[in-house]
């Protein structure tokens, strides 16, 4: 199946694993120390909010988070949430990695195989553009692992919604667009099922 064919068919997942033979709760239960995450800056707050350590041109686009150095922030910020529940499970700082770009995040991910860490989980990112980069990850940098998907801030919003297409997701690459995304309440849910071994694939992705 092509990536864009197969994109298409996540849009009504919540989340997609790199392949069938991962055992999620096993992960978790032996080998929580092997694995990383990564979100997108996307996931910081916008409009409303704005982030305190943005960048101040190209907004939200960098790889900076408070809560990320052990400080504390007081705006809203799914991707500060994220951040929380991670620390929590023990992930430490140089295991979760803000995505700025696509290239920074699979240079990272080859560093970290190298030290020794074997899967993503989670990944955070939206629909589009998993295709590609789930078969990389998993074929070039040899690392296995899950992604959860981010929802609209507001759907209705032409916009500051999500990305609409493959073409929308690689301007993002150049240009932080304003997108109000977030990762949403079911998606946050879901990052808390699996980093407590109690994730259902067959349930949450039917």
């Known amino acids: 199946m092509s990536s864009e064919r197969f994109n298409r068919s996540l849009l009504t997942s919540h989340v997609a694993i790199s392949s069938s033979s991962v055992d999620l709760e096993k992960i978790v239960n032996d080998e929580l120390d092997s694995c990383v995450s990564f979100i997108p ?3 910081k707050p916008y409009g409303d909010y704005i ?18 150095d ?29 995505i700025d770009s696509d290239s920074n995040l699979f240079t990272w991910l080859e ?39 981010l929802q609209d801030y507001d759907p209705l919003d032409e916009k500051h919604g999500v990305c609409k297409s493959i073409f929308d997701y690689n301007n993002m690459e150049r240009v932080d667009k304003g997108k109000r995304t977030k990762i949403g309440q079911e998606s946050i849910s879901i990052i808390e099922k ?9 349930k949450e992705q039917s």
């Open 111 to 149: 560093k970290k195989k190298s030290e020794g860490y074997k899967y993503f989980l989670p990944g955070i990112g939206c629909h589009y553009g998993v295709g590609y980069a789930l078969r990389y990850v998993q074929k070039d940098i040899g690392m296995e692992g899950c992604i959860v998907f």
């Open 194 to 202: 699996i980093l407590s071994g109690e994730f259902d694939p067959e």
């Open 70 to 98: 052990d400080k504390t922030c007081n705006v809203p910020c799914s991707l500060g949430d994220i951040v929380t529940i991670l620390k929590n499970r023990g992930f430490t700082k140089d295991r979760i990695f803000i």
């Open 41 to 43: 800056y996307c996931a």
């Open 51 to 68: 982030c305190p350590v943005s960048d101040k041109e190209k907004l939200r686009k960098n790889r900076n988070c408070l809560k990320l």
